[in-house]
């Protein structure tokens, strides 16, 4: 079985980090997706929160098959989670080129710490790829309409936060 782990903050989870996920299964068959709890960030959500949301996002609002992905909380390397996970790639999600520069040097990265393990950039579709979680949370805040960005269970906890 091919496994994939796909890290993030998913501070929310949005439609763009879910495309990545519908393509990683494609590819992959089962993706390990796993927010991460680093101390040295500030999240809007807890993970706890986070990782209800994901959740629900998941296997109540869009029906994945809970066989195929495993929602985590990890504080660790990511390349510690592979080997736990007996995962051969990190799955990295791209919006724009902006994004390609970290994420080049992280894949690096990685791969100097377990030469074994392939990182695999996906994009969203094209009309995912503008939805940041950041901007998500700022339409929120400012009462507009996400409908488009986030899952309706998303919407709800983004609602109850403001």
């Not at 040097?105 to 392939?118: F, H, R």
């Amino acid at each position: 079985m091919k496994t994939a782990v796909y890290p993030g903050t998913f501070d929310p989870i949005t439609y763009g980090h879910i495309d990545v996920i519908k393509k990683s299964l494609k590819i992959f068959d089962k993706v390990v997706v796993a927010t991460t709890d680093n101390g040295d960030k500030d999240y809007f959500f807890s993970i706890e929160e986070r990782l209800d949301i994901i959740n629900n996002s998941l296997f109540k609002d869009l029906r994945f098959n809970k066989k195929k992905v495993k929602v985590i909380s990890f504080s660790n390397l990511t390349i510690d989670l592979c080997k736990k996970y007996q995962a051969s790639s990190i799955i990295r999600g791209l919006r724009a080129v902006s994004d390609f520069e970290y994420e080049f040097q992280l894949a690096g990265m990685n791969k100097k710490l377990n030469s074994k393990i392939e990182t695999m950039f996906l994009m969203s579709d094209i009309e995912h790829q503008i939805i940041s979680s950041k901007f998500v949370k700022e339409i929120a805040k400012l009462d507009g309409n996400i409908d488009r960005f986030v899952t309706k269970y998303t919407v709800k906890m983004l609602k109850n936060k403001y």
